[in-house]
């Protein structure tokens, strides 16, 4: 059983607020501790992998549902198949704990394959070498990384995978509410070969032994994806959210020749997949940003429809100069939004709309863009769509052009790089129009935009991901509105661009949240004209987590506040573990093992242990105390949320709710 509780937002300004947040986290901590229990009444066990089991496949066998198998550094010659529920994977390093899934031919297994089971999570591991085994030029279409059938609500998290033939990552046929985030993927395999796809979600037609499904509701985010053709791919999936993921596609000569698909390369393509959000993704491609295609009559997924009410908000989308095709592309889509997006260097054109036999291309908004140094700015067929408040600049040929005689393109209110509007056809010397274009009245000045750099104060220096909304009130085209950004803070600081801002006059209440674990903190800023540098100090820091120092914040991390600090299962346990489990006189990994033993995959609390298993309380200690347990001041700095210099239960309760009630 999984339990989830959304959006809990404690916010304390003030010491009486303070106390109230305090109580009103008390309260919550409880009920969901409560049900926790309930939920866990069935014992769940860990397996250590190769101490107690020799392959990780003989734990997996061997595993019951809610069981976590913990895979020791080394190189495992295995091809992992779970079926199970609930089970979860994680190494104790991502770079050290291999799967390699070279293989003889004819086989063709995943490195890991997910048949059927629900639940499961896999983290902190490499699956490599799918591919190996056959030569460059045979490498077809039925190799994975990792194969996920008709498997929901999963989570792969800090995994990297590489070289494993045409899907690094394939999510097929009915496979539901899975989430892939942080990792790494590499589908390099030579300078002839490299990947068909980053990820890939189909819902499987009948025609290619699937059941005519469309998968709904997975995430990918977070994740950095290298050397592959597709970058991320939707194929009949809807309700998907594709959120700041690092994209360097590359054209394979193996995929391009057309005995092989001739495929191009794109960033992200959406094929018969509608309603689906693709967010601050930055994509680096030779040929094609984003793509959307309908089916044509006689394809297979013709039953999932054509690409209609997409999002595509905030990606910057910057191709190879002089190969490049188009930015964003969308043949028989309808209702599609393109929005805030910085588009270049297409050699064809920024933005197009292309015209299908089978499904109308209509009713798109471009709105908001930045679309500049492109042969065209946006060429369509297709009258029917609409482009405003957007920067149309420096585009080589013209910045719109349609050719559509039936039906002029509604290009109102646009900055055309000059304050005298589009030429030729309109009387400035800005970017040119075509005949069949409606620009007027067209902006005498391009549309604001502020780079508002954020800035991390005190011991969070990065890497850290987080989710920042901006909720922009005022007046005008793009207020109010709220735009969610990903941030990468590689360091201390990061630089988001926001379309229209005016100067001086509109206002921004910015929310910062820890996209691990949704701890917030608010601002109230004024924007003004040019940069912007927004601190993060005291309560309203934002916060690490990371003690491990592993990349995840996770219930590793989570245990090493219950080893040293008391109450999170209260009031259901008095108190908690001493950070010497074993006793041996030394606190280290193995107690951090044993108490991970309790508390399980999804940060479930050890109230299952006895009273006479716990030693007596510790119930605070300082930072200088705990930077010798968890490897320096940077990490025990993390550990104290509330900032007051000690390490406390109040600490481990935020990470609590942060960690558990936000996680998917």
């Excluded at 990384?145 to 999963?154: M, R, V």
């Excluded at 930077?627 to 210099?645: E, F, M, T």
Aim: charged share 15%.
């Amino acid at each position: 059983m999984r339990w989830r509780v959304c959006s809990v937002e404690i916010f304390a300004e003030n010491p009486e607020q303070r106390k109230d947040g305090q109580m009103m986290m008390k309260r919550v901590l409880l009920a969901v501790v409560g049900l926790l229990v309930t939920a866990a009444a069935a014992s769940a066990g860990t397996k250590y992998v190769p101490s107690q089991y020799p392959t990780i496949q003989s734990a997996v066998n061997a595993s019951a549902p809610g069981d976590t198998i913990v895979v020791a550094a080394g190189v495992y010659s295995e091809h992992v198949v779970i079926s199970t529920d609930s089970v979860t994977i994680r190494g104790v390093n991502r770079d050290t704990v291999i799967i390699d899934a070279t293989q003889t031919p004819p086989a063709r297994s995943p490195g890991i394959y997910l048949s059927h089971a629900d639940g499961c999570t896999i983290c902190s591991l490499t699956v490599r070498n799918g591919a190996l085994g056959y030569p460059s030029g045979d490498v077809d279409n039925s190799q994975y990384g990792i194969l996920l059938y008709d498997s929901d609500n999963n989570l792969i998290t800090n995994v990297r995978t590489s070289n494993n033939g045409a899907y690094e990552i394939f999510l097929w046929d009915g496979s539901d509410n899975n989430v892939i985030q942080y990792c790494t993927i590499d589908g390099y395999r030579d300078s002839n070969y490299q990947a068909l796809d980053g990820i890939f979600s189909s819902g499987g037609s009948v025609a290619e032994g699937g059941h005519n499904r469309i998968n709904t509701g997975n995430l990918f985010r977070c994740n950095s994806i290298d050397n592959v053709v597709f970058g991320v791919s939707l194929t009949a999936s809807a309700d998907t959210q594709i959120l700041g993921n690092t994209i360097h596609a590359k054209t394979s000569p193996f995929w391009a020749l057309p005995a092989n698909g001739g495929y191009y390369s794109y960033g992200v393509n959406l094929f018969a997949s509608s309603n689906n959000e693709v967010r601050d993704n930055s994509i680096d491609t030779p040929a094609l940003g984003v793509r959307l295609r309908d089916p044509q009559a006689g394809n297979s997924y013709i039953y999932a429809g054509p690409p209609d009410d997409n999002l595509i908000t905030g990606n910057m989308i910057n191709l190879t100069p002089a190969s490049g095709l188009y930015g964003v592309a969308i043949r028989g889509g309808s209702n599609n939004d393109i929005e805030r997006n910085e588009i270049s260097q297409a050699a064809t054109a920024g933005v197009a709309f292309t015209t299908s036999p089978d499904n109308a291309t209509t009713g798109n908004s471009i709105f908001g863009n930045d679309i500049h140094d492109n042969a065209i700015g946006i060429d369509t067929p297709v009258g029917t769509n609409s482009a405003h408040y957007n920067n149309i600049h420096g585009n080589a040929t013209l910045g719109v052009n349609n050719s559509d005689a039936a039906n002029a393109f509604d290009a109102k209110n646009n900055w055309w790089g000059a304050s005298d509007g589009p030429g030729p056809v309109g009387p400035g010397s800005g970017d040119g129009v075509s005949a069949f274009v409606d620009y007027t009245p067209f902006l005498t000045a391009s549309v604001p935009k502020a780079n508002v750099s954020l800035q991390l104060e005190g011991a969070a220096t990065g890497p850290i991901r987080r989710e920042i909304t901006f909720h922009l009130m005022g007046t005008g085209p793009f207020s109010p509105t709220t735009i969610y950004k990903y941030i990468n803070f590689t360091s201390g600081s990061a630089t988001v661009t926001l379309f229209g801002l005016p100067a001086n006059t509109a206002f921004s209440c910015m929310d910062a949240k820890d996209e691990l674990h949704g701890l917030v903190s608010t601002k109230t800023i004024k924007l003004v004209s040019g940069n912007y540098t927004v601190p993060f100090t005291g309560a309203d820091k934002l916060l690490g987590g990371d003690l491990l120092n592993d990349d995840v914040d996770d219930v590793w991390d989570f245990g090493i506040f219950a080893a040293q600090y008391q109450t999170i299962c209260h009031p259901y346990a008095p108190g908690l573990l001493d950070a010497d489990i074993s006793g041996d006189g030394t606190v280290g990994n193995e107690d951090f093992l044993i108490l991970y033993s309790h508390f399980q995959t999804k940060g479930d609390p050890p109230c299952g242990m006895t009273a006479g298993q716990l030693p007596a309380p510790k119930s605070k200690i300082t930072v200088s105390q705990l930077a010798a347990v968890v490897g320096g001041a940077a990490n025990a700095r993390k550990a104290d949320l509330n900032q007051d210099g000690w390490v406390t239960t109040t600490d481990a309760e935020l990470f609590y709710l942060r960690n558990i009630l936000n996680r998917r």
